[in-house]
């Protein structure tokens, strides 16, 4: 069964067993489990229904396998002829989730 889910400004198209990689729920830890209740779409083939905006009573639960952060991204910021330049650096707070039921 495949799922259309939100979560965190990102849609994403599920199957149980997936393994993604998603901005970190807050609040969590590794082995924890989160629901997801903004589904858009679930099913598959004939039984596929489609909800406006969310299906109702349908939820994705997931496992928290890793709190992580990502790569470092460097932004430099410079005004020519003026001696202005500023160097920042960030890091995205990640985790990595396990999708393991999807109930419609």
Known sequence: ????IKTQGQQLTVSEGDIL??????GTEK???VEIKDVLAAGEGA???VGT?????????ATVLENKRGAKVIVFKKKKRKGYEKKQGH??????????????
């Open 1 to 4: 069964m495949k799922a259309t």
């Open 21 to 26: 990689i998603v901005n970190r729920f807050p």
């Open 31 to 33: 082995g924890s489990t």
């Open 47 to 49: 039984s596929f229904k």
């Open 53 to 61: 905006p969310t299906l109702t009573g349908a939820s994705v639960k």
């Open 91 to 104: 890091r995205q707070e990640l985790s990595v989730i396990k999708i393991d039921t999807i109930t419609v």
